[in-house]
């Protein structure tokens, strides 16, 4: 993946997703790697090193946030 950026020109790449696809009706869930911790993690850590060996650099997204503002929201809003 980080040659295929690279011949586009692209030095950063925007994933990858990391949040948990628990809610089967979730929006974006397509762009993660399942619901299952450990093989999200094993396959977000590949996906890293990956990038990082074309030369590009990786920007995991939405680590745990996502999960702590929509609690946050919920209680107080």
Not at 2 to 26: C, D, F, S, T, Y
Not at 49 to 77: P, S
Request: proline residues 3%; glycine residues 16%; contains cysteine.
């Amino acid at each position: 993946m980080g040659k295929e950026h690279v011949g586009k020109g692209v030095n950063i790449a925007l994933g990858p997703m990391m949040n948990l696809g628990r809610v089967a009706e979730g929006g974006r869930n397509w762009e993660g790697f399942g619901a299952d911790p450990y093989l999200a993690a094993e396959s977000a850590y590949e996906t890293v090193l990956g990038l990082q060996q074309g030369g590009v650099q990786a920007c995991a997204k939405h680590l745990v946030n996502k999960y702590v503002a929509m609690q946050y929201i919920l209680t107080f809003c």
